[in-house]
């Protein structure tokens, strides 16, 4: 199965479906069935489904039962091989069945106009059925099916009664009495025999058949009944050569419509599926939703059919102003079962199914779903966990593009988070740029920050109840949202100065980094067809950097250049500006520069910035200095040239 799928656990589907099927055409069908990526193909699967419930509405018992797969049987038949009476009496059950549900499909004209038509490419063989069943009886030919096979089965029966009368009459004798080890008749190699003891092999005239592995006991045909039992042996082979016209006349006649009846199999098939696709809608309160072809996804309170009806509803929306949402919140917050349950029910959509949403929902039909979720660790490749994700997203990107739907859950993870962040945003553009609708979750804060400054990407995040420490599972597009680690150690009792500490260490990395990434967002970059396109505007108005007061500390951009520098000395009276840039200062005009980040964003509160402008060596000679430290002028002298 694709691996997309298996992540979604669509293979679970399809298996739960199988639990409404009536035979094993039923099962055998689900088993090849697929996502369609043609629009017009899933419409008239899922409206088949739709009429299926109709008609369940209506008459909940389907004639199904009873159904068999003689697809094996046929397929021997074509080769010119003899069906036994087994295997007529599948053939006939499952004839049975296609008239019957033939004739059911008659009086749903109106309520499933197209499933009902499918009735017409059934062709009923009752012929063939009241052959079978006037031939065949049990498990074998029925003494009915031929005056010839009638005569010979009276005459063995008659034979046979002769045997037994004998063999018991010499079982009962006393004259051979104490020669007899075992007082009853066997049969060995096809001949009926008395066991008698083998000291007294001569004493009972017959032949020798057989005898025990000790030696002690011989099997004897009396000799009295040797003529009637090789007569009994002509009576069976004409037995069994009767047996054996009527079988070949019998099979030969079905192969004459072999064309017809694996056209049956293939509607019946089909029946047994669609009626399956309906019972399974109404377990999970499936409903037909409106589909399109222009990447736009809206769910509302859809959800996850493998959870039941006590799953916690889903709301979502994307492909229309934005195309990748990043969705944040707490750990078992709900962010991947979100990301699985939009994946599957779209798998479901494109499979003919029903899903649990509400009617309004609408669901885009997609070329491809690429999915990466869950451990991507592989012992065999020797591939650590970040490894195998990005192993498996690069695969991803390579095949991204308009019409693709891509789940990535806790994108970046695995590594240095700074790194991890930085490659996730890049990741997350790379693949906007390509056209995809991208669903990620993520916990990095730079992740949320990157999608909150660009057009065509938007913030999601999983609820969390502070009242109670718990996630609500319920997903809300439009803002970021927390980890909550601080906030629930604070809660269970954590020291204060230690939340504190961690909450300085969080506000002097908040935005580092972010900002590396400029990307020029633009139609013309996306690989999006034309006809999709549609106009981006950035959610933030443009800050006018010219009236921005430049400080010490603060990173800024050289505009024609793009370098980046720190601020060491503000604006002179002519508006030039002191910048460290690659650890050499350089005067530059105001103009000339753009705020990159602010120092409250680069710092710890109370950072000495003099740090980033005063060598190592020249601050602990001052330091020195003023405490006395050093000796005599010489060594001033030599710390200087130092």
């Known amino acids: 199965m694709n691996k997309s799928f298996e992540a979604l656990e669509y293979g679970k589907i399809k298996e739960r479906l199988k639990e ?30 739709s009429e299926a ?46 008239r019957k549900m033939k004739k059911f499909m008659n009086n749903h004209d109106y309520t ?11 062709t009923e063989f009752s012929d063939i059925e009241a052959e079978i069943e006037s031939s065949i009886e049990g498990s074998r030919v029925s003494d009915k099916a031929s005056n010839e096979l009638s005569k010979i089965r009276k005459k063995i029966s008659s034979v046979e009664e002769n045997i037994d009368v004998k063999m018991q009459n010499i079982l009962s004798s006393s004259k051979y009495k104490q020669y007899i080890q075992d007082f009853f008749v066997s049969k060995r190699n096809n001949r009926f025999v008395i066991p ?41 082979s004409q037995q069994e050569s009767e047996e054996y016209q009527i079988l070949a006349t019998i099979s030969g006649y079905i192969a004459l419509h072999i064309k017809q009846i694996k056209i049956n199999l293939e509607v019946m098939a089909e029946y047994d599926f669609v009626f399956a696709k309906a019972k399974y809608s109404n377990s999970i309160d499936g409903v ?5 072809n222009n990447d736009y996804i809206k769910i509302i309170r859809g959800k996850h059919p493998l959870l039941g009806k006590q799953a916690v509803p889903l709301n979502f929306e994307i492909g229309k102003d934005y195309r990748i949402l990043v969705i944040t919140g707490p750990n078992t917050g709900g962010k991947t079962v979100s990301l699985k349950t939009i994946g599957l029910l779209t798998l479901m959509v494109q499979s003919g199914l029903h899903i649990p949403v509400d009617e309004e929902s609408e669901i885009a039909v997609f070329d491809r779903i690429l999915v990466d979720i869950g451990d991507k660790q592989s012992i065999e490749q020797s591939l650590s966990t970040f490894s195998g994700h990005m192993k498996n997203i690069i695969e991803i990107i390579n095949k991204a593009r308009y019409s693709t739907l891509i789940l990535l859950d806790e994108i970046g993870t695995g590594t240095d988070p700074s790194e ?49 420490l718990s996630p609500l599972y319920t997903l809300s597009v439009g803002k970021a949202g927390k980890s909550n680690a ?13 939340i504190q500490r961690a909450k300085k260490h969080i506000e002097s990395r908040q935005n580092i ?12 970059e996306l690989k999006i067809p034309k006809s999709k396109r549609k106009s981006r505007q950035s959610k933030k108005d443009k800050i006018n950097d010219d009236k921005i007061e430049l400080r010490k500390g603060d990173s800024v951009t050289i505009i024609n250049t793009n370098e980046k520098g720190i601020v060491y000395k503000t604006d002179d009276e002519y508006g030039n500006v002191t910048v460290l840039i690659n650890n050499q200062f350089n005067t530059i005009h105001r103009k000339r520069l753009k705020l990159h980040t602010k120092r409250e964003y680069l710092y710890p509160l109370g950072y000495d910035l003099d740090t980033i402008f005063i060598p190592y060596k020249k601050r602990k000679l001052e330091h020195d200095l003023k405490r006395g430290a050093v000796k005599n002028v010489e060594e001033f002298k030599e710390r200087i040239e130092d």
């Open 513 to 524: 980094g972010i900002n590396e990434f400029k990307y020029e967002i633009d139609n013309t």
């Open 288 to 292: 037909e939703v409106k589909i399109n």
């Open 196 to 236: 008698v003891k083998s000291s007294y092999k001569n004493q009972l005239p017959g032949t020798v058949v057989d005898a025990s592995a000790t030696g002690a006991t011989v099997f004897i045909e009396p000799k009295a009944i040797t003529k009637l039992t090789n007569e009994l042996s002509v009576l069976k």
């Open 53 to 98: 419930k109709n008609i369940l509405k209506k008459s909940p018992h389907i004639p199904l039962h009873g159904l068999h797969d003689i697809k094996e049987l046929i397929s021997k038949v074509e080769k010119g091989g003899i069906l036994y009476p087994n295997d007529l009496a599948k053939i006939a059950s499952f004839l049975r069945g296609c």
């Open 112 to 122: 499933a106009p197209t499933l009902s038509s499918y009735r017409h490419s059934i």
């Open 486 to 498: 601080l906030w629930i150690c604070e809660r269970l009792g954590m020291r204060p100065k230690v």
């Open 20 to 49: 409404f099927t009536a035979s094993d055409l039923g099962k055998k069908r689900i088993e090849k069935l697929v996502p369609s990526t043609d629009i017009k193909v899933i419409t008239n699967t899922i409206n088949q489904t």
């Open 420 to 468: 991890g962040a930085s490659l996730a945003t890049a990741i997350l553009d790379e693949l906007y740029r390509s056209g995809a609708i991208t669903i990620a979750s993520t916990h990095y804060g730079e992740i949320k920050d990157f999608a909150d400054q660009h057009p065509g990407f938007e913030n999601g995040c999983m609820e969390f109840d502070a009242a109670t």
